[in-house]
């Protein structure tokens, strides 16, 4: 049993209809844990008061908005190599998606900034480079939105998705050529001795484990209305043709 | 030069338009193809040439060898006569345009810009570039649209020599162009949507099932 | 090749072809700079060299969708893809002619309007020097934008869209070369990234714009 045996439509849709209550209802207990423990059980920061508590939303959010541009580079990179159609779907699905954890990350940034740093906005390399990628997630979107047939639609999509791949990457280095920054580094890494601190850590994992559930429900039932739309279309285009 | 395609397959946009379609044609030979508008003779066409890759089916020669003449004339009209021909001369690499010059006749409208041409003479400016291609196989879409009888017989003309040098074409139209080598195939029976083939789109199966 | 490039250019510059179009706008865009910031020379000199990299970059953006959208309607790019020269080197073409007739002209003009600005003088040697070294690049992702939406009606609107973003890291460098060489400060850095920039879409780019084109003509 391989795993190209998903690219089948109505395989995907089987499968994608037994996972997804049990994806969406994990994501729900994990997002309500995370956040309420977040919110209401976890001390507030000596510096930074009770602000601290937006890490809760605006870090995972931050970390799907990049996963999700990943996640459309690799499927566009399967459509483009081995022409399944549930693949170049589930790009088209991500953006939305995408867009939006792009939005909500800088929106709590913005909130989280005003009290921190005094201003909303600050044309900080992070921040700069997140509004970079909202503009590519928009072209990507747009161009998906223009193109009439499908198959087209998916093909082009997928090489303006690794080309802006590309440059989204080099934006972010000449971004940082181009200002230093006032936001801190990475609030979680893997080889770094010196993380959050443990009590924010632990409902800060269940959150982002929330967020990557809620991400995968959510792209599931998007891929599934896409192929819902594509059998409709292929039904009328079909009738038309006779 | 001899050509054919074997149980082809060609679609236009996400749709397979024609299957099964088979012919051969040998050297100094034309074939015409007839069908009702809409039935896929721009398709299968544009698929010789290159432009479509064909769905399944084997095509049993290298497009390099097509010069393909589209609907649409392909001509710069801020460019006179001489600029347009001699920018595809150039291009497909052929020294002398005058060949196409006078079997079109051209020779009068030299220094005219193309957007002064009447819809006829775009026409013959149009074809003549077929003889700057020196490929050997044609691949032509209503060829004759604008052109008036005398016009209509420089172009068999034109065809004729072709193929008396060994060269083969297919061409859709509708007129009788007296070519002595020449058959008709009607590619209605190949429409896809006559059969009962499944379709090479997952999404219709799908959904008739 | 050679006759690609010699077509292209005489389309553009005979009437209608839209050459000193993007130039005008160039020159425009300049001159309503300074009636919305004020007279304010040092504020200006300050703005210059941002001012004329946004500019040159806005009016490399105008003549975007000429390049193969023409080709497209009147049937020349059908026979072109048909024709023996590979469409990785047309679209190589294309961009190098749209460069000639946009990006080169851009280049000389911008010192004389950097003098509109009050940018100062040891700006503008690197003013020229990080233009010609960017403006290829724009032409070159320029092309790759032309090609993704050749196949639309309105695709005008949409290749500002597309191509804007990829814009970016072009502009930062280039933008950034000229401040630098303002203030006196070492620019080799911020050139060599703009030389880089120019050097990879210049390779690798005419393969993806030739995909695209070749997926919208199927």
Redesign the interface.
Known sequence: MSLWEYANPTRFMQTSGKVLPVVSVLSLACLLIGLVWGFFFTPDDYRQGSTVKIIYLHVPSALMAINAWLMMLVTSLIWLVRRHHVSALAAKAAAPIGITMTLIALITGAIWGQPMWGTYWAWDPRLTSFLILFLFYLGYMALWAAIENPDTAADLTSVLCLVGSVFALLSRYAVNFWNQGLHQGASLSLDKEENVADVFYLPLLVCIAGFVLLFVALVLLRTSTEIRSRRTNALISRERLS | MKFGVENLSCRR???TVLTGVSFDVAAGEALILRAPNGAGKTTLL?CL?????PVSGRVKFS??D???A??????????SVE?NL???A????TRDIMPAVVAFELADLLTRRAQDLSAGQKRRLSLS?LMLTGRMIWALDEPTVSLDAENVARFSAAVIGHLAQGGSAIMATHIDLGLPSARTLDISPFRA?LQDTPSD????D???Q | MIALLRRDIKLAIRAGGGFGLGLAFFLILVVLVPFGVGPNSDILARIAPGILWVGALLSCLLSLDRIFQLDYEDGTLDLLATAPLPLEAAASLKALSHWLTTGLPLTVAAPFLGVLLSMPSEATLWLVISLALGTPALSMLGTFGAALTVGLKRGGLLVSLLVLPLYMPTLIFGAEAVRRGAEGLPTSSALLFLAAITAGCTALLPFASAAALRMNLR
């Open positions: 946009g996400d749709v544009r040439a290159g432009l479509t890759p497009t390099d097509v010069a393909y589209a609907h649409a004339d392909g001509l710069k009209s801020q460019l600029e001699q920018f595809w150039d291009i497909f690499g570039r949507i789109d997952p999404f219709l799908e959904a008739l």
